[in-house]
């Protein structure tokens, strides 16, 4: 048996394909762009491992798509591959579109043409797991209730709009031909090999620099915070028992406004790796001009999975947080690797004024 997972070399895919190997032996094929946020070095570990097998190509070739089908008698699809930065999809959309719908929509029909002619018991036992976002829902009122599934679709970023379209179209292939779909719509993650271009990998990698943290708007903006590999083992359970054409909300009922989120890494790492002056790193906190349409909050209602599936995430945000520090203090050389020149050339832009 063997699993294709999309975007593996990223943030989300590489923790779930080292998740997944660490939790059984299906082979996983890898297949990944490597661009600017893929990275080979997050999957180190697995090197002479033959139960992954990486490849280098995109999820939008479809002729590509459908040997590897064919060639490792794939069982499921899971689809971890798109643009995934708001700021840069605000900055130059066209990579979005290009990805998240015309790549998702290629890679369906690819999968489409392997899955129908199956014999009839594999497929059945077919999957294709879309792993989507909760940015698709819009943006929350402070007292609205958490978004459920049945919440309206209502992206307000290219990113978001994106990943709503590649999920209309993973909806639409279930529901015209069949398919069997999963789409899971999951909160913001974080922890290990997150790149320093978000939030948090951002705040840790600044304050150790001795740079600024950047803080947009009044920094009050909410997000409901999941450690990757509680949504790592969310996928693998929906993978698992999910309802054909059924979508899964995914989250820890963690939400923090930003500023909290920047505070209290300031004051994990005051704790764990001391600034050389003896002064708090909230001292390098600096407020920024605003992101360009910024949501206000994200909230998730994880009940179905719970109720269904009986999932929950292991850790809570105080646990998740310091683990994420500390692997950011014991891993700087995987930093430094990663901060190369387009990195730069991007921060340099983004944070100009
Ligand atoms: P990421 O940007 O870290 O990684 C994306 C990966 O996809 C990279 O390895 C990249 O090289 C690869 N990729 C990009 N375009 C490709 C293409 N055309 N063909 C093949 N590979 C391609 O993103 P992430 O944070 O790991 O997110 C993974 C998925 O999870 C995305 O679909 C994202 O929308 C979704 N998601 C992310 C979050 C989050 O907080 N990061 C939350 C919910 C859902
Ligand atoms: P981010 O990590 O980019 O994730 P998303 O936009 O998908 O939620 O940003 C998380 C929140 O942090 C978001 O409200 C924007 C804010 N933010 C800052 O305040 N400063 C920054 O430098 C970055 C990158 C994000």
């Known amino acids: 048996m063997t699993i294709l997972v999309t975007g593996g070399a990223g943030f989300i895919g590489a923790n779930f394909v080292l998740d997944w190997l660490a939790h059984g032996s299906e082979t996983v094929i890898n297949l990944d762009k490597l661009t600017y946020a893929g990275n080979l070095q997050n999957l180190a570990s697995l090197e002479g491992d033959g139960r992954h097998v990486f490849v280098h190509g995109d999820i939008g070739d479809a002729a590509l798509v459908a040997r590897l089908l064919a060639e490792h008698k794939v069982r499921a699809v899971l689809n971890f591959a798109a643009e995934s930065h708001v700021d840069r999809s605000i900055e130059g959309p066209g990579a979005f579109i290009q990805t998240n719908i015309v790549g998702t929509f290629n890679l369906l029909e690819a999968v489409r043409g392997y899955w129908s002619a199956l014999p009839d018991a594999e497929r059945a036992a077919f999957r294709f797991l879309h792993v989507s976002t909760d940015e698709v829902y819009g943006s929350l009122d402070a007292d609205a209730p958490a978004f459920t599934e049945s919440h ?32 899971t719509n999951c909160s913001n993650n974080y922890g290990p090999y997150h790149f320093p271009e978000k939030l948090i990998p951002l705040v840790i990698h600044n304050a150790l620099a001795g740079k600024p943290l950047p803080i947009y708007g009044d920094g009050q903006q909410i997000r409901d915070w999941l450690f990757v590999t509680d949504h790592c083992s969310a996928i693998r359970r929906v993978l698992e028992a999910g309802r054909l054409g059924e979508t899964y909300n995914v989250g820890g009922w963690n939400e923090k406004a930003n500023i909290e989120v920047v505070r209290t890494l300031c004051a994990i790492l005051d704790e764990l790796a001391p600034r050389a002056d003896g002064q708090p790193y909230a001292r390098q906190m600096t407020f920024v001009k605003d992101r360009p349409g910024h949501d206000r909050r994200y909230a998730i209602d994880a009940r179905k999975l719970e109720r269904e599936l009986d999932w929950r995430p292991r ?15 014991n891993h700087q050389d995987w930093v430094r690797n990663i901060t190369s020149g387009a990195y730069r050339e991007w921060v340099e832009r983004q944070y100009a004024a």
């Open 152 to 183: 309206r679709y209502e992206p307000n970023s290219p990113y978001s709009a994106s990943k709503a379209a590649s999920d209309h179209l993973v909806r639409a292939y279930h529901h015209t031909y069949g398919l069997p779909v999963l789409t």
């Open 315 to 329: 850790e809570t945000f105080e646990t998740g947080i310091r683990k994420t520090v500390q692997w950011y203090l």
